[in-house]
Each structure stands twice: as structure tokens, then as C-alpha cells.
């Protein structure tokens, strides 16, 4: 029943974009605070309205049977939902899937990176702003960096290529830290990717106008200590690289404001809750969850439901960092 058909046509938008990359958010949970991604004080969703992890699998082998071929497990912290190798272990044999990748804080990868990498996970993206223990600490509100430096290390240890780290700056809290971030990722032989401050969710904690800094100058302040050349290279997702004279290191960009990514959109997002959100800074979406409630183990209906949707996706996104953040969920329930 579930079986992909060689004649299932891609997943294409009324823009005409194909959509062949799923992002599936399996906890809004999170042992971090980050002051960027969350309040302080976060309600998280009861049980019986998060997905479990067999209606998570149920969907991703939707989407790969609609000729998905990138899925990228994120949350929240994916690390802490229980049991989630054996969703890996599963995701990451389903037929025609090309490549199964997950962002972390790395707060649990000292324990798990080995037994993710056996599980058939292919790349992981660790999120790191800061290189300094205490302000490590004010940044994610309970973080240890040590724990994190300890995950980068085993991940290396456990075999992972082209590990990534993404780093968000805020002016005025980090941006010191460019630099070494860099230097950082040259001496492990790691790629990293700076993420502008995107409004979603409201947080008092800090002013996004105040601390937005772009990738333009982000690049000004690289390009003080190394040459940087752009390349054309993508790994399927709103990255732009460039590489650093003299290694092997790339520098992504992701610029939701300052270059807008949407015309090369490939991607969709399921969020925990099973609501598939067809754009990061918009509304629209669909309710898989209460179709797969509805109908149990109907791999036919599901498929439907997700081609349908691909008609709601939205032109593009209209960021604002200076009124109200008009996307009052947070990052961790978008799936970052
Ligand atoms: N917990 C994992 C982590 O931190 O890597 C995965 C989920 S997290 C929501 C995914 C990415 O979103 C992280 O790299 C984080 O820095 C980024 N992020 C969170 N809130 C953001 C915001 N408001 N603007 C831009 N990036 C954000
Ligand atoms: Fe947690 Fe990731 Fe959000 Fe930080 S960015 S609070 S680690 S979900």
C-alpha cells in the first residue's frame, strides 16, 4: 500500500517549485531556552496532541513515496524525544529517501552520535553562538558548552562528514564572536552557517530589530582575516557557501531578510502536532494529524492530503522585524 510508484508525479507548487525536502519537527521540547527561539517560560504540548513516533513515520514515508528526497529531523531538541532511534533506524531505510539529516543543540550528542550513525543517519547540524561558557550560558538559559564541545567531538569520532555548525548573532551579544566561530570550524574541519534572527514567536527577552546583524555584514567582518570566494555549491538548502581560501571549510548564509530565498523554495515543514506548514514565515498548512487519526494506516488518503496541500504554499515570506512578529508560533514549533 505504501509502496512508491515509479509514475508518482513530483510534488510541485503552483509556482511551478518542486517540493523534494520535509523537515519533521518530532518534540516541541527542548532542554535549552535559547533567547532567540523561545520565552523563558514555555508551555510545552500534552501527549495525546504530539504525533507519536509511528503517525512521524507514517508520514515521512508519505512524502518519500511522493518523491521526497531529503528529510531533515528538528524540533525543539529532536534528541530528547525518547526512542528516537528507532525512528531513525526506520526513516533512514525507507526506499528512494537520498539523504536523512538532523539539527541539534548537541547537548546529548556525546552519548548519541555513535548510535545515530549506526541507526543510518547521514549528516548532522549542530547549533553553536558562542565559544565562552557563561555567555554560552545566557544565551541558551541552561546550556553547557562543554556538553555541546564534548557532542561536536563524538560526532566527529562517530564518522560524520561535512558536520555543520549554525550559529544565530545578535549585535551586541555576539558578535565578537565571528571570528573565533570561524577559526573554530577551520580547526575541526567543520562547515558553518550564520542564520539571521528571524521574528517568529513573541519574546521579550530582546529588541530583534535592535540585535538583527545581516549576512553582508557578517561577511565584512570574516573577510577581515580570510578570503572568501563564492561557490555555487548547495546541500539542498537556503545556504549560499563560500569557501575559505586554504581549507576545506564552506561559510553558509542564510539570509531570510537580507536575501530573499523563496523563488528557490524546496521545502515544506511538519510540525510535532502534525500540522503540515507549507511556508517557515507563513500560516498556511494542512492538518495531517487529524487525517491520520481519522483514518489509521491509510497511506492513500495521506498522500492525497499532502499533494493537495502543495496548493496552499504561499508566493514567499514578508519578514518585519520592526512591528509585531505577524507568526506568533515559535521556532521550536515551527521546526526549525
Ligand atoms: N534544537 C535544535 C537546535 O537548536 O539546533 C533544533 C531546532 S532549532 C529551532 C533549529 C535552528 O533554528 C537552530 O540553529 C536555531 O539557532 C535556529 N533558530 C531558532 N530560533 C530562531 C530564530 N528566531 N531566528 C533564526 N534562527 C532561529
Ligand atoms: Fe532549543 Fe534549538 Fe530552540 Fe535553542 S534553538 S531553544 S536548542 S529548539
Known amino acids: 500500500m505504501n509502496a512508491a510508484t515509479h509514475e508518482t508525479p513530483p510534488l510541485v507548487?503552483?509556482?511551478g517549485r518542486r517540493v523534494d525536502y520535509v523537515r519533521l519537527s518530532v518534540t516541541d521540547r527542548c532542554d535549552f531556552?535559547?533567547?532567540y527561539c523561545m520565552a523563558e517560560d514555555m508551555e510545552f504540548l500534552p501527549r495525546n496532541q504530539i504525533l507519536s513516533l509511528e503517525e512521524?513515520?507514517?508520514?515521512?514515508?508519505?512524502?518519500?513515496s511522493l518523491g521526497v528526497r531529503k528529510i531533515r529531523l528538528t524540533g525543539g531538541e529532536p534528541l530528547v524525544r525518547q526512542n528516537i532511534l528507532w525512528l531513525v533506524e526506520r526513516i533512514a531505510r525507507l526506499p528512494g529517501l537520498q539523504e536523512l539529516?538532523?539539527?541539534?543543540?548537541g547537548s546529548q550528542l556525546a552519548k548519541m552520535a555513535a548510535p545515530l550513525r549506526d541507526a543510518g543517519l547521514g549528516r548532522i547540524n549542530v547549533s553553536l553562538d558562542s565559544l565562552r561558557p557563561l555567555r554560552?550560558?545566557?544565551?541558551?538559559?541552561?546550556?553547557?558548552?562543554?556538553?555541546?564541545?564534548?557532542?561536536?567531538?563524538?560526532?566527529?569520532r562517530a564518522g560524520f562528514a561535512r558536520l555543520k555548525l549554525n550559529a544565530v548573532i545578535l549585535r551586541g551579544r555576539n558578535d565578537d564572536e565571528v571570528l573565533d566561530l570561524v577559526d573554530y570550524a577551520r580547526s575541526n574541519e567543520l562547515d558553518i552557517s550564520f542564520i539571521e534572527e528571524m521574528p517568529l514567536g513573541k519574546i521579550e527577552e530582546h529588541d530583534r530589530a535592535g540585535t538583527f546583524l545581516s549576512s553582508e555584514e557578517l561577511r565584512e567582518i570574516i573577510a577581515t582575516r580570510h578570503t572568501l570566494t563564492p561557490t555555487e555549491e548547495s546541500t539542498g538548502g537556503p545556504s549560499r557557501y563560500w569557501r575559505i581560501a586554504g581549507s576545506d571549510t564552506r561559510v553558509g548564509f542564510i539570509s531570510p531578510h537580507s536575501h530573499n530565498f523563496c523563488h528557490l523554495c524546496n521545502r515544506v515543514r511538519l510540525t510535532v502536532e502534525g500540522r503540515l506548514l507549507l511556508c517557515?514565515?507563513?500560516?498556511?498548512?494542512?492538518?495531517?494529524?487529524?487525517?491520520?487519526?481519522?483514518?489509521?494506516?491509510?497511506?492513500?488518503?495521506?498522500?492525497?492530503?499532502?499533494?493537495?496541500?502543495?496548493?496552499?504554499?504561499p508566493e514567499r515570506h514578508w519578514f518585519d522585524l520592526?512591528?509585531?512578529?505577524?507568526?506568533?508560533?515559535?521556532?521550536?514549533?515551527?521546526g526549525g
Do not use: W
Open 280 to 313: 517557515l514565515g507563513n500560516e498556511h498548512s494542512a492538518d495531517l494529524r487529524a487525517l491520520m487519526r481519522e483514518y489509521p494506516g491509510d497511506a492513500v488518503r495521506l498522500r492525497e492530503a499532502i499533494r493537495a496541500a502543495m496548493d496552499l504554499k
Open 33 to 35: 531556552r535559547c533567547v
Open 13 to 15: 507548487d503552483r509556482f
Open 322 to 334: 520592526a512591528n509585531e512578529p505577524q507568526i506568533v508560533r515559535f521556532m521550536n514549533m515551527t
Open 56 to 64: 512521524i513515520l507514517a508520514a515521512a514515508e508519505a512524502f518519500v
Open 136 to 156: 554560552f550560558r545566557e544565551l541558551t538559559r541552561t546550556g553547557k558548552l562543554e556538553d555541546v564541545l564534548s557532542g561536536i567531538a563524538a560526532a566527529r
Open 101 to 105: 539529516t538532523l539539527t541539534t543543540n
